[in-house]
Structure formats: C-alpha cells, structure tokens
C-alpha cells in the first residue's frame, strides 16, 4: 500500500526520469512564512547552524551514488526536504544510507523565477509531479521533480479565490486516486480536496472539489479547525493532527477519516486519539506496519503501535529523545525497512534512526546528515520516495 509520504519511482524509471538525478541543481524554496495556528512557529527563517554536509555524492548523474547497499539492493530512495531558512528545496538520493556531508542531488531556490515563496509542506505524485505549498497562500507545481534548478519555471500555479488556499501548510497525497488534501492555518472551511493532481486541470483559480471537516469544528461548530499536519495511511485512512480548536493550545489531538475521499461537508471521524504525554505536533506518519509516528513540540519522536485498533483513547506512547543538544524536530518519515529520517530545524540535520520502532529512551542517531556541503538551512517537511521493488 502506498503512503502519502512515500511515492514509488515505479513510472519514473519506466520513463527514463531516475538517470537525471543528481545531475541538475533543483532551485527550491523554505519557510519564510508567518502565523501559523496551527500548532507551528510559522515562517521561520533562523535557525540555521548550517547544516550542509557536503560529501559522498557530488551531485553525481547516477541515481546510486549515494550507495545504500541493503543486502545487496542498491537504495534509490529519494528524501525532499523543505529548507526553512534560505528558503530552499533540496533533494537526496539513498535515504537510508544519508551519513556525513553529502551533497544534494538537486536544489530548488525560492524566487520569481520559480514562483516559490515561502515554501511549507510537499508531495511528490505518481507522475513525478513535485507540489509545493506556499504559506503565504497558493499551491506551485513542477512537472519533473528530478531536473530542477533556479530557472525552472513553475509548472502550475494554483492559487486565487476560488482555490480556498490562503494559508496552506498541511498536504497530504493519495496515490492511488491521484487525489490531495490540503490544510489551511486556522481551518475555516475545512480540509480541502482537489481530486487528479498531475492533470493539466489542476492550474491557477481551480476550485477544490469538495470541502469536509469533523462535526465539532469550523465550519460546522463555532470552535476553529485547527489542521498542523495530514497524512494518508497505508490503508488509505486520513489522519488529522488539529489543536483541539484553540490556536493557542499546545497540545493535539489525532483524528482518522475513514474513506476520506468520498468524504464531503460536516463528516464523523472514525477514530479519536488524545494524550497527556505529546503537546503541540509538527509531524505525523503512519508506517507498513500499522505504527504511527509524531514530532511534538516537545522535540521528542512519539510512537504509537498499532494504531488502527484505537477507537476513542488517551494514549500512552513511547517516547524517542534524540541525544543531540537544543533540537527543534520538525519532520519525520519512515523507509519501507524501518529507518526513520527525522529533521532538525535548530542544528540543521537530517537523523537517521534503523528500525525506528523499536527504539525509547535518549539514543543517539544511527547516521546524521549535516554540514555546510549538504546544503541543509533549517529543515522543516520531509517526503520520502522509494521504489515499489524493494526486497
């Protein structure tokens, strides 16, 4: 099953695309942003101890050269990465083995030219769509995500008033359908929903095709919708971390939409989840193997295990502290073989932590990506893609 955080280079490699990588510098953007609500410091652009790691891979045209040898199958995973400070997007070939100053095969620079401003959450598509969502309102598209660089103009442009996006910086990307949903700052007409996201359709003023939220906020309910992060899980479920309805609360709440895309309009959730043990959340996933991961303002990794079995409770998770001074975690994903990649905003690094799930307590990364040479400027999002074939 795929997950909105993790696409397969399945159709990039029928095409052709993957002997591009690390050829081309990918021209990005960051997060200057401001207000975020939802449970975010906003459009942050400090913070940046540079990280940039220069090293294994100088952007070398060979998908591989990062190595990441797991068992004799060579990692052609991908890692995206939204640069807070900058703002940029960068991007790295064999996730799972990032260690050190490696540099990155590609970057993307905020800017006129690319019609990137204030970059804040991404999605890769099947197609190789690379879909940014800007803070400052409006959703930019680029139409190969692997050959990027600082003149590359903007595929498509979504933004205007009929597109209801004045503030995203949640998305979350079905595969399958081809179909996104995208959370605003302060929610008001709930999640929204644009349905064949690689079509030429999907331009400028474009309206969502449908709108839906849970009973007990904005629209529906006075209390406001407070959406910090989405994500689709294996099984197709929507998870939603909102603020309880308060922006200024520093503690979530998760809710799941079971068949979210057919959801429209005032929708129950199937699933509640609360805890005293998490505050304010910067990033979910769900992985294969049914665990649910969350980076708090607590800047500890919390991890639920089987998480499709709770109803309506308040959880009890194991907590993950990284054994690094003065962190500010922001994003987290979670390879098919149980490496989890987790983002540094204050030290600028990418940890690396294998079998993810099993760990607790204070430990140290298995492998950290960090130095001037990885171009790393405070990162906040992560998107992880992987080939489907992965033995």
């Known amino acids: 099953m795929l997950l909105s955080k993790t696409r397969f280079l399945t ?15 990918m021209g990005g953007g960051g997060d200057n942003g401001g207000g975020d609500n939802g449970g975010d410091n906003g459009g942050d652009n400090g913070g940046d101890n540079g990280g940039d790691n220069g090293g294994n891979d100088g952007g070398g045209g060979d998908m591989n050269s990062n190595g990441g040898d797991n068992g004799g199958n060579v990692d052609n995973s991908m890692l995206f990465v939204v640069n807070n400070a900058g703002p940029s997007v960068t991007f790295y070939t064999g996730a799972e083995s990032l260690n050190g100053e490696i540099v990155p095969d590609g970057k993307l620079n905020a800017g006129a030219a690319t019609s990137l401003f204030q970059p804040r959450s991404i999605v890769v598509t099947e197609s190789g769509r690379l879909i940014v969502s800007r803070q400052n309102g409006g959703i930019v598209g680029y139409n190969d995500s692997t050959t990027l660089d600082d003149n590359t103009t903007a595929s498509l442009v979504v933004e205007g008033n009929n597109t209801g996006l004045e503030s995203p910086i949640a998305m979350a990307y079905d595969a399958v359908n081809d179909r996104l949903f995208v959370g605003n700052v302060m929610a008001q007409d709930g999640i929204l929903v644009f ?8 331009d400028m003023d474009v309206p969502p095709n449908r709108m839906f939220g849970p009973p007990d906020r904005a629209p529906f309910d006075p209390t406001l919708f407070t959406v910090d992060s989405l994500f ?9 971390s909102e603020g309880m309805g308060d922006i200024t609360v520093n503690r979530n709440r998760i809710l799941v939409f079971t068949n979210p895309g057919a959801a429209s309009g005032e929708t129950p959730f199937a699933q509640r989840l609360n805890s005293n043990d998490w ?18 303002a607590t800047d500890t990794i919390k991890i639920v295990p089987n998480v499709s079995t709770i109803v309506d409770e308040t959880v009890t998770p194991t907590t993950l502290t990284v054994n690094i001074a003065l962190t500010d975690l922001q994003g987290i994903v979670v390879t098919k073989n149980g490496t989890g990649l987790v983002a540094d905003r204050e030290n600028s690094a990418i940890y690396s932590y294998d079998d993810i799930a099993t760990k607790s ?31």
Do not use: M
């Not at 159709?11 to 510098?25: M, V, Y």
């Not at 689709?232 to 939603?240: E, M, R, S």
């Open 11 to 25: 159709l990039l490699l029928a095409l052709g695309l993957a002997g591009g990588l690390g050829c081309t510098p």
């Open 195 to 202: 349905d064949d996201v690689s079509a030429n359709e999907f």
């Open 232 to 240: 689709i899980a294996p099984n197709g479920d929507l998870f939603v």
């Open 279 to 296: 505050e304010k959340h910067e990033d979910i996933f769900v992985d294969d193997e049914d665990n649910l991961y969350i980076v708090d």
């Open 361 to 391: 307590g204070t430990l140290g990364p298995d492998r950290t990506l960090d130095g001037t040479d990885t171009q790393l400027r405070a990162p906040r999002q992560l998107w992880l893609v992987e080939e489907d074939d992965q033995n």
